[in-house]
């Protein structure tokens, strides 16, 4: 009679009973100089994390937190505080969102051994950060205190993009001589026109606000001044786009369409009307343009 041995597998002693799941990379998308952001952690761009383990434990989650992110060329980013919220169960409520830092918070798990971890962050570039893609990672693990056990650590990517600077160039607005008593035109497509060029980020937009637009020109002295009104504006790179009238406090969105290097441009043209009176005083006559720029949105 011949017998058959049938072997068992038989766990170790420190088999694995809990588990962090990455579940979402925290990603703080594109940013423009000097632009903060603050990603809460119930904000669906925050990093989440699913802790998995014995039903109804409490388990206390160690966390690593990077205090900047890095792109390839050696730029950095500083990153400004954390926050983070728990919630037992996978679609528990989750507590009010409370500062963390580099240490141990303690989850409680629902019946099915489940519980959720969300962080967020806030970043703020400054004029000296370069632009590109930054990256970082959180670290977490976890520890069941009963038995002691150890979670394998778990990693979730932290992302930011910045936007290069916007510059502006600025061609003045040239009316040759005018004369008393006689208007005078500069239409936006004129080569005399006053051209504002925008330099950003390819594949980007901004927003251009006009903040003022002179009603009257100054002369040297300051003694004497110069109607000017009846502006308009054309608008893209080349200028070619159909002749509007800006007005003050309105704002224009134009995409940085034309490639320039590594970035991409856009460019706004102004022209208006002068209105010399009958007994308009001679001499050279100035004034300035206002406007504000930022990338929209992102």
């Known amino acids: 009679m011949i017998g058959i041995l049938q072997m068992v597998p038989i766990a170790p002693g420190g088999a694995q009973t809990l588990r962090l799941v990455p579940v979402q990379p925290l990603s703080f998308g594109q940013l423009a100089p000097r632009q903060a952001r603050v990603i809460a952690p119930i904000s669906v761009s925050a990093a989440v994390f699913s802790i998995q383990g014995p039903a109804n434990a409490t ?19 500083q990153i400004g505080s954390w926050a983070a919220t728990v919630a037992t169960g996978a679609s528990g409520t989750p507590t009010n969102a409370t500062p963390v830092n580099n240490g141990d918070l303690a989850i409680t798990l629902d019946a099915g051994g489940i519980g959720l971890l969300r962080i967020g962050a806030s970043v703020q570039p400054t004029l000296a950060t370069p ?28 992302m930011a993009s910045v936007l290069q600077p916007i510059t502006i160039s600025a061609i003045p607005m040239y009316f040759p ?15 005399r026109a006053l051209r504002l060029v925008l330099d950003g980020a390819a594949a980007s937009s901004v927003d251009v606000t006009f903040e003022s637009l002179p009603a009257a020109l100054s002369n040297e002295a300051g003694s004497a001044s110069l109607s000017i009104g009846t502006w308009r504006q054309r608008t893209g790179a080349d200028c070619s786009g159909a002749a509007t009238a ?3 406090g309105t704002t224009v969105s134009l995409p940085l369409a034309q490639a320039i290097g590594a970035g991409a441009r856009t460019a706004i043209c102004l022209g208006a009307t002068v209105t010399p009176t009958a007994v308009q005083p001679g001499g050279l006559y100035t004034g300035t343009v206002t406007i504000s720029v930022r990338y929209t949105g992102s």
């Open 131 to 158: 632009s590109g893609t930054f990256t970082a990672s959180i670290g977490l693990m976890a520890r069941e205190p009963v038995s002691g056990r150890l979670s394998l650590t778990a990693q979730a990517p932290v």
């Open 246 to 248: 800006p007005l003050t």
């Open 59 to 77: 388990v206390i989650v160690t966390t690593t937190l990077p205090t900047l992110l890095a792109n390839p060329t050696g730029g950095s980013l």
């Open 177 to 191: 001589a005018v004369y008393t008593g006689t208007p005078a035109t500069i239409a936006p497509d004129d080569v």
